[in-house]
């Protein structure tokens, strides 16, 4: 599974931004998509992910902010980000768990709150 994110950038406290990752290769071996997270310094974090069924799971610092969603027929899974806080900085993320357990992961996108 190759994964290719997109829509990281700079933005103020308070703005959106949306994330998209589309999947390509074994997508039939894909179940859960989401976005993880790492700021400086600190260890990689699950932000929101998703299964196959439409199961969704957020980590709390970002409930009522962000959205996942998923298009199954684009293999694709997006993030919605709204009311970004200078905390909300990180590189964030693109992964895939298989059916089988495997991990995959994107190659990064950063993500900048900033006035």
């Known amino acids: 599974v190759q994964l290719q994110a997109s829509g990281g950038g700079l933005v103020q406290p308070g703005g959106s931004l949306r994330l998209a990752c589309a999947a390509s290769?074994?997508?039939?071996?894909?179940?859960?998509m989401g976005w993880y997270r790492q700021a400086p310094g600190k260890q990689r974090e699950l932000v929101a992910s998703?299964?196959?069924?439409?199961?969704?799971n957020y980590a709390d610092s970002v409930k009522g902010r962000f959205t996942i969603s998923r298009d199954n027929a684009k293999n694709t899974v997006y993030l919605q980000m709204n009311s970004l806080k200078p905390e909300d900085t990180a590189v964030y993320y693109c992964?895939?768990?298989?059916?089988?357990?495997?991990?995959?992961w994107g190659q990064g996108t950063l993500v900048t709150v900033s006035s």
């Open positions: 992964h895939v768990l298989t059916w089988s357990g495997t991990n995959y």
């Open positions: 290769g074994s997508i039939f071996s894909i179940n859960g």
């Open positions: 998703k299964t196959y069924s439409g199961s969704t």
